[in-house]
């Protein structure tokens, strides 16, 4: 979900209608790949890089996560969505957190869509605390399955397609160890302005590619 400041301060306006603007497109993009049938969408809105911005900023994104979640709950369980939260939630305020898990819950038994909401996110720290949590248990050997457990996706498929917006061409700290066999999609396009059409392309060009995960293509 990045470009958002840039694409307002294009259009002549504030930042924050930028950011306001990008959680809009979140609900679009929801709907149309539950069209597609798509099972899973994880976006990337908010790293822990981002608590370094200017805490005005900072403080309208927590009203506007708030204010989206309370505004759209209701709708996310009538269609059956499930939300999940990826991150360090502790690192927000108290009132933001009570929205979140209040969110989690009720969407608990939507069974048409998981919507994964990176929150406080940092795959590096992810990680780390992957790796502390079993050093604490004294766990002596470790394999991908007992590692995968102690992330936040634990119990998730990985992504098959990672889509960045923007122009930047970078994860940028988002899903390190999950990516590793992703494909990787790039886009001038900011956040705000990749509508559906472009999400079709994105999909079409990640159907177009044969996966080989280091084998060799048969022919």
Request: hydrophobic share 35%; charged share 30%.
């Amino acid at each position: 979900m990045d470009g958002n400041g840039r694409w307002a301060k294009e259009q002549g306006l504030p930042r924050n209608q930028g950011h306001r603007a990008g959680t809009n497109n979140l609900k679009r993009l929801i709907k149309y790949a539950r069209k597609k049938e798509i099972e899973m969408l994880t976006f990337y809105a908010f790293s822990t890089e981002n608590f370094s911005r200017p805490m005005s900023e900072v403080s309208f994104l927590f009203s506007l996560i708030s204010e989206y979640f309370q505004r759209e709950i209701q709708e996310m369980v009538e269609e059956g969505m499930r939300v999940h939260f990826l991150g360090d939630l502790s690192l927000f305020p108290s009132p933001v957190r009570m929205v979140l898990d209040k969110t989690e819950r009720l969407t608990a038994k939507g069974d048409a869509i998981q919507v994964n909401i990176a929150l406080g996110y940092g795959s590096r720290k992810e990680i780390l605390a992957a790796v502390n949590s079993l050093l604490k248990e004294g766990v002596r050997e470790v394999d991908e399955e007992l590692f995968a457990s102690r992330l936040y996706t634990a119990g998730m498929p990985d992504p098959d397609l990672i889509i960045r917006t923007s122009g930047e061409m970078r994860l940028s700290n988002f899903l390190l160890y999950q990516g590793a066999y992703s494909e990787l999609y790039f886009t001038d396009l900011y956040w705000p302005d990749f509508d559906t059409e472009a999400f079709e392309e994105a999909l079409t060009e990640y159907g177009s590619r044969s996966r080989r995960y280091g084998g060799i293509e048969e022919k």
